[in-house]
């Protein structure tokens, strides 16, 4: 099947299906001398637990991460960073009818299509579970980040549920971790939650639109014609479970806007950099980072299990119709968002390492 | 500054700046045995040519294609196969003014940031000429496509400039190539027509959205997590100048759909092949084609050349004013529908190639 | 550190430290619908363990494989497979004294040099340890060979100990797994198995020559330039612990010969398919397969942990001596036999995927 | 036919047929501002070019380079340098017989068993000429180490011609460049001269080692595992035509010592940096380099177009026999020391960069 791995320098492979025995992430290419723990990783795990509320899937996982190597003496040796997260709940009797049958909406039938064999299981590596690894890998990212650039910043937050979308003079960052939406704004929060609940209710589900955002990142990250930085930031998004759309900056309405209006002007900043006059371009000119905030907004679809009955087929070929059963989300785009700093934390850090030279120019000094 | 290769066993390394002595694509992996001769891909070349029309720069460029190698007695013999366009225009002149200063939202202060030295003639390897030689590599790609997949088509139309959307019911494909926009209208492709006018003689200019459509590909082209079919797709266009957006089938709208409007039921075709009943996946379900059309969109930012003077600096810091006078589109979308179609046509065919092999199965019968 | 994958389409990632909690390796790439469970990839590690005989280290490693991913109702689904061996006898104690000093002959100054910081337990990384996550790669690949070329066989054995050499008339590939030093001759295993204990009890140790053995492949595999098949055999040897030269068909000796002796003369089989009257090529011709068997060899340095005393300096650049204690292998050589089977399986079983496509042409049926 | 690229981060990609249009090189991923013009390469071209004396294929190629892009003002911009060499002479007549037998010991069966399709004019690919491509492009990487390393140096030398070696003892560096063979002793040269010259009369043909020595590079290049130093060697070394055997340090022959003949002691230079009593290891412990003379050497077979009568096949399949007339060299290996060279600078560049990141740590400073 092939194609799990992502990254250049700093390279990811992720492995595992959500109804086997584990999964977890295979970090390579990280630099020496990271001070990194468990715990560290535990942290930014948790934010996509499922179970924590009634929005997610109540599926309960422990998803602990084991660090089964790469790391000496509570720092990174450079060597490949095992992470496993052992799957505890793995309640298959739920997915007895899907064996059968293919779930609209769900990878079921391409991936038969494709290999003639499959895990009804969950889904396989379809499953949203094969994202778990990546925030373990994205925790990796950040810390090797929070080494070599005190001060950079990675945050997501949501900027739309389904028919809702954010004010954006209501933004206050303060308020993303204090709802279960990620939502910077506190008024919408409640408005989102009254939403989501009768819709959940209801056996349905919606979409979402996730925005991450990074500061404290210098100019000059990214190649000019196939790895753009904005071309290598979609293709992490885009290859986030049920993710059908990235934008960069203004994204697609960048498409209405005139020359005058989408260009940013420069200028000379107090510190001798330069700077710009507004960010359409969501911080990157040409592929390169500029050194402005760098944004990205990924669209995630709704969740193809509900509980509506929907006509398909089956293994023999037989037309029939199907109930998604089971433990889902009602809005699988909440728990994208910690998933989405992790892609973006990988990215910059590969285009860091590019730049920098694996090693991170570290020499071991003799006597 | 390498990343200027892009593709797994089908592999485009594009080379050459603007105003270089020439740029062009090396070709490798076309599997052996496929017709091919410089025509064919001057046909596609001339799509993209400049010059051909007011709305396009008045920059004239012959933009002939010579294959030097890895064609031998009009097939190719699987070796690499080199394609160069000399570069006939180079008015070097046009740019005396930003070598000095920085074109706002063009690639010039990020580049200088990375790399401290640039070829400030039209932008070096930033310019849109790099978009030739995709072009003339998409050219192999779909005569190794028409080779292998008889009857597979690709074709890529305009669906908004600026303000302006096309209207969905008035869908004519036959228009597509009777107007200068391909656009899929011939009342919009009037509309457009004045619109743009206006916009290129107030020395202003506007984005577009392009779609690109592959049908007759079958299923299971692309992989499960980081090398999904859109993964893929979404890096190729985001790849192309000036992009900032990437959709596939429903795209960032799917954020405002429920699940039961989302996702597409399947039922079984007379031909005993799975169908569906509609496509709001845009073909693709958990990173795998399912045989429905392919969808991609791309979001083409507006030019950022225009004639309005703009606020910016010089290479010594200096905050200043620029016009950028020389030769532009008022909307470069209108070049990257050829463009975009060429991309679609390496990706289908790598992940062809993937699946059936680089040789293709071919074996040398011996007597 | 990176660089601990290799392949194309089968892909392995080896990761884990010698004396760390466990090590193992991340199978990529393997098509879907073979046949495997832990017992296939067991017996091929159990050729390897330590401490089978007085001629390994006496280090005792249950070497058990566990298999996390990639197996559903005993079969490979073609997602990753994760390949987990725990690290069961550490005994950090003897390595005490190496923590300070870098041991002559081994990786510990040269990391250093590069990275600044090394797990001294053993070496990490450059342990020999790290062979048995490739040994069982190799069993995976094996296996997914058997299915797709019933018939293949890949052979390992050692052709020279130190100063002993084999005799080919005598060569009888029978008697390979009848003594531990994996030699075709009854009388040579005798006369090494005295040779060795010599130098066993003298604490020294020495050198060996491999060759490895592929029969029944087919015609076709590799590519013409910098894929040849002897490259990619040659960087897959060299890539083995130890291995300071790599060979292919008649190797270094070549150089002594004439166009007459080396070229080998073709004729046609009852078959009707070509045969060679020779096999100074080693089954590899401009890189490519040509059905003949495939032979490689490759030399291994002799254990540089020694009972002798060396001159070598500390952490902090002072001159000093050392003698490596602890449990080391008279003759890695020995162990590195199935290692290089392994190699082999892999390097071939990728090459039969770049020509046959990544999925084997499976297709799933519907109805 | 792919797999025609090699390197990491300097990345050369070879294209072309012996008797196309032109052959060249892609070069991707030079640091940019390295000092580079055509007259530089040329120096190196003009090492290899055939026709120069009675040894060389009477073969007549200016094999003049041309730089396309990449360059301007004089210096490497960072974005891809492509290398075109015309091809001059191309008398197709030579190689009429050829077309319907394939030559013994040629790539000619093995092509064909592969793609069913060759150039049967020299080879195509497979041709030595392709080697020309590589001597341009180590061009390129040797101007890159000279900016990066000044007081770097690379040198290139046979060892061996047929059954006449060097003797160590005479080795004189100063007489490298005085004679066709590169051989490192008056004397020797004059011997092999009367040696070859009667091979070349009776039409036959001998085979050659070839050791490249690289001095004035640091310690730490190289990846532990499957990026090894010397695996990355051996791999281009035995990418080049007709080499079977690769060697690092003692090669082969470090399977006859004992640890204490073979392992390097250590001690402190008056620099304070470590250095070695010895350099069995050739510069490579553990896959990384250690500062001291990286030592290759790589065998080259005979060539295989000799005046004998030898028996084949033709594509018919018929039994049949054939002598190569056309223009050939009575031992390639002459022609493959200025090759060795080139491969050996793209790799150190490679690693150099893989260490010390892409742009080199260049930053355009502003104002």
Redesign the interface.
């Known amino acids: 099947?092939?194609?799990?791995?992502?990254g250049h320098?700093f390279?990811v492979?992720?492995?595992?299906?959500s109804h086997?025995?584990?999964?977890?992430a295979?970090v390579?290419?990280c630099p020496?001398?990271v001070p990194l723990e468990a715990s560290m990783l535990q942290h930014w795990l948790d934010r996509r637990k499922p179970g924590q509320n009634k929005y997610t899937t109540q599926r309960r996982e422990a998803d602990e991460v084991?660090i089964?190597?790469?790391v000496?003496e509570g720092?990174t040796?450079?060597?490949?960073?095992?992470l496993?997260i052992r799957n505890t709940d793995q309640r298959s009797k739920d997915y007895g009818d899907i064996a059968q049958k293919?779930r609209?909406?769900?990878?079921?039938?391409?991936?038969?299509?494709?290999?003639?064999?499959?895990?009804y299981?969950g889904?396989?590596?379809?499953s949203a579970r094969?994202t778990a690894a990546r925030v373990a890998a994205g925790g990796v990212a950040r810390e090797a980040i929070r080494a070599l650039l005190p001060g950079a910043e990675i945050r997501g937050y949501m900027t739309?549920?389904?028919?809702h979308e954010i004010d954006r003079a209501k933004f206050d960052a303060a308020e993303i971790d204090n709802n279960p939406f990620w939502v910077p704004d506190a008024t919408a929060a409640e408005t989102w939650a009254g939403y989501l609940d009768a819709?959940r209710k209801s056996g349905?589900?919606?979409?979402?639109?996730i925005e991450v955002s990074a500061t404290g990142f210098p100019?000059?990250?990214?190649?000019?014609?196939?790895?753009?930085l904005?071309?290598?930031l979609?293709?992490a998004m885009?290859?986030i479970?049920a993710?059908?759309?990235?934008?960069?900056?203004?994204?697609?309405?960048?498409?209405?806007?005139?020359?005058?209006?989408?260009?940013?002007?420069?200028?000379?900043g107090n510190d001798?950099?330069?700077r710009f006059?507004s960010n359409?371009?969501?911080g990157?000119?040409?592929?390169?980072?500029?050194?402005q905030e760098i944004v990205v907004?990924f669209?995630?679809?709704?969740?193809?299990?509900?509980l509506?009955t929907?006509?398909?087929?089956d293994?023999?070929?037989?037309?029939t119709e199907i109930i998604t059963k089971g433990r889902h989300d009602p809005c699988v785009?909440i728990r994208a968002v910690p998933v989405g700093e992790a892609m973006m934390a990988c990215v910059l850090l590969d285009h860091i390492?590019?730049?920098?030279?694996?090693?991170g120019?570290?020499?071991?000094?003799?006597?």
């Open positions: 099947m092939s194609f799990n791995t992502f320098l390279r492979t992720t492995w595992g299906e086997g025995p584990a999964l977890g295979t390579d290419g020496p001398g084991e089964l190597s790469g000496f720092k040796t450079g060597t490949p960073i095992q496993m293919f609209p909406g769900h990878a079921d039938i391409s991936y038969w299509q494709k290999y003639g064999i499959r895990d299981r889904g396989g590596r379809s094969e739309r549920m389904g028919t819709l349905s589900s919606v979409g979402a639109v100019a000059g990250l990214g190649a000019p014609v196939y790895g753009k904005d071309t290598e979609a293709a885009m290859s479970n993710v059908k759309g990235v934008e960069i900056g203004e994204g697609m309405a960048a498409a209405e806007l005139t020359g005058e209006a989408n260009a940013d002007e420069i200028y000379m001798g950099q330069p006059s359409h371009a969501g990157i000119l040409g592929g390169i980072s500029t050194g907004r669209a995630v679809k709704p969740t193809s299990s509900i509506t929907r006509k398909t087929i293994l023999d070929g037989n037309e785009g390492l590019l730049d920098r030279g694996q090693t120019g570290v020499r071991g000094p003799i006597g």
